[in-house]
C-alpha cells in the first residue's frame, strides 16, 4: 500500500514539472564595451516585469556603476523571475591610447615654412588636432614668426599628446659699401654674416677673393647694383645690396697713395699726396675714422678690433678704397 502511494506522489511531480517547466528571464545588459584606463562604465540590465537582479557587487538596481576600469574586466548581473535565475556577463576591455612617436624639434628659416608629423600607433583610427591652429591632419605646415611650441593631441577616444618646438632662425648680414669709381677702376665689396661659416653669392658675377666669397673684386663698366646672398650652415638666406657708381674714366690725384703696414697687428699709416677726406668703415658700413688729411702720413687704426676695414680717401676726382687687415693682437 505505502509503495503504491509513493509510486502515484512521484507520478504526480513528474507531471507537475512537465506541465510547470523552469524558464529563467532573458535580460540584456547594456554599456560601454571598452574603456581608457582609469575610466568608470554605467551598466544597466533590462528584462520581464517582475524580474529581480543582483550584481557581482551586491547591488540590486537595474543600473551599476564600476570603479575605474584599469584591466580588462567581466561583471555579471543573476536575474531571477518565477523562482528561475540565469547569469548574464557583460565584458568591458581597456583601450590602450595612442603612442606617439617623439616628434624633434625643427628649425625654420624667418618667412619660410616647416612641416611637423605626429606618428601614432595603437588601436585607430586616430583623431588629431594640433594647438596652437586646430590642424586635424598628421602632418601640418607651420610658419612662425616667434619660437614656438607646438602640441599634438591624438585620440582614439582615449587621448594622448606630444610636444614640440619650431625655433625661427633669422640670420643677419651686412654689406660693404656703395661706391663711386672712375670708369677702368675697381673697387673690393664685402660682405659679412653673424655665421662665421656663412658662404655669400654675388650677383651678378664678382671674382671671389677668399674661400666663403665674402669679399669680392669688381670692375664694371657701368653704374651697378650688386645682390649679395648670404646662406649659413642651416640653409637660412638674406640679402643686400651694393651699388657702385662708375663715372668717365679721370686720371686720380690719389694714385701715389700708400697703405703701410696691411695686414698690421697695431697701426695702419697711410700716405697721401693730395688735401682730402680720409674715412674708414668697418664691414658693416659703420664709420670708426673720420679726418679731413693734407699731404703727408696719417696713423690710424690702434683702437680697431680684428676684422676688415674699408678706407676711402674723399676728394676729387675719384674715391680710393682699400681692404685693411687688423688681425687678433
Same mark, same amino acid.
Given at each position: 500500500?505505502?509503495?503504491?502511494?509513493?509510486?502515484?506522489?512521484?507520478?504526480?511531480?513528474?507531471?507537475?514539472?512537465?506541465?510547470?517547466?523552469?524558464?529563467?528571464?532573458?535580460?540584456?545588459?547594456?554599456?560601454?564595451?571598452?574603456?581608457?584606463?582609469?575610466?568608470?562604465?554605467?551598466?544597466?540590465?533590462?528584462?520581464?516585469?517582475?524580474?529581480?537582479?543582483?550584481?557581482?557587487?551586491?547591488?540590486?538596481?537595474?543600473?551599476?556603476?564600476?570603479?575605474?576600469?584599469?584591466?580588462?574586466? $567581466?561583471? #555579471?548581473? *543573476?536575474?531571477?523571475?518565477? @523562482? &528561475?535565475?540565469? !547569469?548574464?556577463?557583460?565584458? /568591458?576591455?581597456?583601450?590602450? =591610447?595612442?603612442?606617439?612617436?617623439?616628434?624633434?624639434?625643427?628649425?625654420?628659416?624667418?618667412?619660410?615654412?616647416?612641416?611637423?608629423?605626429?606618428?601614432?600607433?595603437?588601436?585607430?583610427?586616430?583623431?588629431?588636432?594640433?594647438?596652437?591652429?586646430?590642424?586635424?591632419?598628421?602632418?601640418?605646415?607651420?610658419?612662425?614668426?616667434?619660437? $614656438?611650441? #607646438?602640441? *599634438?593631441?591624438?585620440?582614439? @577616444? &582615449?587621448?594622448? !599628446?606630444?610636444?614640440?618646438? /619650431?625655433?625661427?632662425?633669422? =640670420?643677419?648680414?651686412?654689406?660693404?659699401?656703395?661706391?663711386?669709381?672712375?670708369?677702368?677702376?675697381?673697387?673690393?665689396?664685402?660682405?659679412?654674416?653673424?655665421?662665421?661659416?656663412?658662404?655669400?653669392?654675388?650677383?651678378?658675377?664678382?671674382?671671389?677673393?677668399?674661400?666663403?666669397?665674402?669679399?669680392?673684386?669688381?670692375?664694371?663698366?657701368?653704374?651697378?647694383?650688386?645682390?649679395?646672398?648670404?646662406?649659413?650652415?642651416?640653409?637660412?638666406?638674406?640679402?643686400?645690396?651694393?651699388?657702385?657708381?662708375?663715372?668717365?674714366?679721370?686720371?686720380?690725384?690719389?694714385?701715389?697713395?700708400?697703405?703701410?703696414?696691411?695686414?698690421?697687428?697695431?697701426?695702419?699709416?697711410?700716405?697721401?699726396?693730395?688735401?682730402?677726406?680720409?674715412?674708414?668703415?668697418?664691414?658693416?658700413?659703420?664709420?670708426?675714422?673720420?679726418?679731413?688729411?693734407?699731404?703727408?702720413?696719417?696713423?690710424?687704426?690702434?683702437?680697431?678690433?680684428?676684422?676688415?676695414?674699408?678706407?676711402?680717401?674723399?676728394?676729387?676726382?675719384?674715391?680710393?678704397?682699400?681692404?685693411?687687415?687688423?688681425?687678433?693682437?
Amino acid at each position: 500500500m505505502r509503495k503504491l502511494i509513493l509510486l502515484l506522489l512521484f507520478g504526480i511531480s513528474i507531471h507537475a514539472l512537465a506541465q510547470n517547466p523552469c524558464a529563467p528571464p532573458v535580460v540584456y545588459v547594456n554599456g560601454t564595451s571598452w574603456k581608457c584606463s582609469g575610466y568608470k562604465d554605467t551598466l544597466r540590465v533590462t528584462g520581464p516585469a517582475g524580474t529581480t537582479y543582483l550584481w557581482n557587487n551586491g547591488r540590486t538596481n537595474t543600473s551599476y556603476v564600476t570603479g575605474p576600469i584599469f584591466a580588462d574586466s $567581466t561583471f #555579471y548581473v *543573476v536575474a531571477t523571475n518565477g @523562482g &528561475c535565475s540565469d !547569469t548574464t556577463f557583460f565584458k /568591458v576591455t581597456l583601450r590602450t =591610447p595612442p603612442t606617439i612617436t617623439y616628434i624633434p624639434p625643427a628649425v625654420a628659416c624667418a618667412g619660410s615654412s616647416v612641416m611637423l608629423r605626429a606618428n601614432a600607433s595603437g588601436t585607430g583610427p586616430f583623431i588629431y588636432k594640433w594647438m596652437p591652429g586646430g590642424q586635424t591632419t598628421d602632418t601640418i605646415s607651420v610658419s612662425p614668426t616667434t619660437p $614656438t611650441s #607646438y602640441t *599634438v593631441i591624438v585620440s582614439n @577616444g &582615449c587621448k594622448s !599628446t606630444k610636444a614640440t618646438m /619650431v625655433y625661427v632662425y633669422n =640670420p643677419s648680414m651686412s654689406a660693404c659699401c656703395d661706391a663711386t669709381i672712375s670708369l677702368g677702376d675697381s673697387v673690393m665689396l664685402a660682405a659679412q654674416g653673424n655665421e662665421a661659416n656663412m658662404i655669400f653669392h654675388w650677383l651678378p658675377y664678382a671674382k671671389c677673393i677668399t674661400s666663403t666669397c665674402d669679399s669680392v673684386m669688381v670692375s664694371p663698366k657701368a653704374t651697378t647694383t650688386y645682390t649679395i646672398v648670404g646662406t649659413d650652415t642651416i640653409g637660412c638666406q638674406v640679402e643686400r645690396l651694393v651699388t657702385v657708381v662708375v663715372g668717365p674714366a679721370t686720371t686720380s690725384d690719389y694714385a701715389g697713395t700708400i697703405v703701410a703696414p696691411n695686414p698690421t697687428g697695431t697701426e695702419f699709416s697711410v700716405y697721401i699726396e693730395h688735401p682730402g677726406i680720409v674715412i674708414v668703415r668697418d664691414v658693416t658700413g659703420r664709420v670708426v675714422f673720420s679726418e679731413m688729411e693734407n699731404p703727408g702720413t696719417l696713423t690710424f687704426g690702434k683702437d680697431f678690433h680684428s676684422g676688415v676695414y674699408f678706407l676711402y680717401i674723399e676728394g676729387k676726382p675719384e674715391v680710393k678704397l682699400v681692404k685693411l687687415f687688423h688681425p687678433i693682437k
